[in-house]
């Protein structure tokens, strides 16, 4: 059985072979060849070679050589080609033909053209630009795109407001989505920036005053507002779900605060989550061990006139807010999809709760860890995707990041260098620019988001 299988291999060989070489007067001749550099003679490896009247494309060797039958009788024409270097046509003619091989085809190096391509970067879209005035501050909303402009800053200012910046001569403009005004209005005093409260509303806060801004009969209409008021009983509610408003207690000296629900008809407050930076509490509330006994005395007697614990009364005793390692805590509450979302970056984690049923889960973040992470997220108000800040030298990049699994979308990177005002709207990335040591105005730009 083993020999008869032994035969058959031996058969089917030969029939292949037979196959191959066989040419069409029943001669098994070949022909030998060899493709090399016309200018060094190194072979050419990986060479097409086309013979005429036959279906079959050949492909050299390492060392530049090929075969195929031919009865060196009649003629052949043979097409051989390679990346770099020019087609090569030979005739073989069979009665000048002599089988000494291998035959040498010699093959000219060659330049390739490729078509011009022109490479275009798309410009960021100029939103606003003025000859006169300066771009303080912008927020797009669905009303349109509101514009806070100026003529020139304050240079001055007195001591409570050394490092603020406040706008002279500042307007208030709406643009359309074409970007063209629909309405200005002047305001009142020197400005610092502008607000937008839990309802999408713009706010100007000024310098002692701040106004609501609304559409009333095709012009602004400004609402006065106290300033006061402004920081401690609006800007405090950042969100809105159905039948609750949404804000936390931070203040700027304590690290720890908490995430609330409110409902204003029943007046019923509902806490979402604590937020707390556990080293930086620590620190704080260490402070009461290296207070004089004296110091101590007076903190154990606040506590008990206060009911606040004495190591809390201790770190503003010694103002350890003011100090170097004094850190707050980042954990902005965003509501993605109807889901409750605290990016609460102290814990390494988005921690989401439903509106109704509470708590859901947490899932693990770690963006806040890369170099350049600003601390600061920004949410596009029209689709409520939310995207991470990084800066680092000139460069400003954003990165979207996924509410649901905590993972990172491509990285997109702002054209100019140091924008201000960062804003995310509808898709686009809006943003003030100012070309250093350039005589053009504070100008806002827009980018898409890719």
Known sequence: ???????????????????????????????????????????????????????????????????????HLGTRTIVVSHIGYASAEHELIGKEFKDEGPHFIRMARTSIAIPEVLIRVTAP??????????????FPTEDG??????????????????????????????????FRERMSCPLPERVRQLHRDHQGRIIVEGEYTAWLATVQDDHIQLHSLDRQWLHTAVLPWTDSIPGAL???????????????????????????????DRHTMELFRSQYKYMSGRDKVIAMDLELETGVDREVIAGYMTAFHDDPYFQLPYAPLFVVDDVL??????????????????????VPIAYHHERGWDSCLLQDPASGAVHALFKRGPHTWLRHV????G???DRMELTHPYPEAIRIYDGYVYYVYRPFGSLQHRTLYREALH
Request: net charge negative; aromatic share 10%; glycine share 8%.
């Open 1 to 71: 059985m083993e020999r008869m299988r032994s035969l058959i291999r031996i058969l089917l060989v030969c029939v292949a072979f037979g196959f191959l070489f066989t040419t069409c007067d029943g001669q098994d001749r070949l022909f030998h060849g060899r493709v090399v550099d016309a200018e060094d003679g190194h072979p050419l490896s990986g060479a097409h070679i086309r013979v005429a009247g036959h279906a079959f494309v050949l492909v050299s060797d390492p060392s530049g050589r090929f075969m195929f039958p031919w009865d």
């Open 125 to 138: 879209e100029v939103v606003y630009q003025s000859d006169d005035l300066h771009v303080g501050d912008h």
């Open 145 to 178: 795109l509101w514009v806070l402009v100026y003529d020139r800053p304050q240079m001055w200012h007195k001591e409570h407001d050394a490092g603020t910046q406040l706008f002279k001569q500042a307007r208030l403009h709406l643009l359309d989505t074409l």
């Open 246 to 276: 949404l804000g936390n207690t931070s203040i700027p000296t304590y690290p720890s605060f908490d995430h609330i629900a409110y409902d204003p008809l029943t007046k019923e407050q509902r806490l979402i989550c604590s937020v707390e």
């Open 341 to 362: 979302c605290v990016f609460d970056h102290t814990t390494d984690r988005i921690r989401r709760f439903h509106r109704d049923r509470g708590h859901e889960r947490d």
């Open 402 to 405: 996924d509410a649901g699994t």
């Open 407 to 409: 993972s990172m979308g």
